[in-house]
Nanobody, 115 residues
Framework: VQLVESGGGLVQPGGSLRLSCTVSINMFSLEYMGWYRRTPGKSARELVASIFSGGQPNYADSVEGRFTISTDDSENTINLQMSNLKPGDTAGYYC?????????WGQGTQVTVSS
């Protein structure tokens, strides 16, 4: 399974970005899909948003109401719409999926929120 993230960049506080994760296999076979981020100075990735197959989206408290995770089965993408971005959202964002009980990660895309 290969994942390719895109859509990152530099944005001013209060702005919006849409991240996409293109998946190399049929998304109907995925058990889990999620977006994580690693902020500067931290080694661990933190959960931003996730969704289990057939389930409801789950969001970190810090992004609830500002971020939305969605899927586009026709494009084989997992999207993260980010609004009202804050400097604290600056991080590398990574896509994660689970297929046949194995997790796969993309290479990440950088989001920088700064004036």
């Amino acid at each position: 399974v290969q994942l390719v993230e895109s859509g990152g960049g530099l944005v001013q506080p209060g702005g919006s970005l849409r991240l996409s994760c293109t998946v190399s296999i049929n998304m109907f076979s995925l058990e889990y899909m999620g977006w994580y981020r690693r902020t500067p100075g931290k080694s661990a990735r933190e959960l931003v948003a996730s969704i289990f197959s057939g389930g409801q989206p789950n969001y970190a408290d810090s992004v609830e109401g500002r971020f939305t995770i969605s899927t586009d089965d026709s494009e084989n993408t997992i999207n993260l719409q980010m609004s009202n971005l804050k400097p604290g959202d600056t991080a590398g964002y990574y896509c994660d999926v689970r297929y046949r009980r194995t997790n796969y990660w993309g290479q990440g895309t950088q989001v920088t929120v700064s004036s």
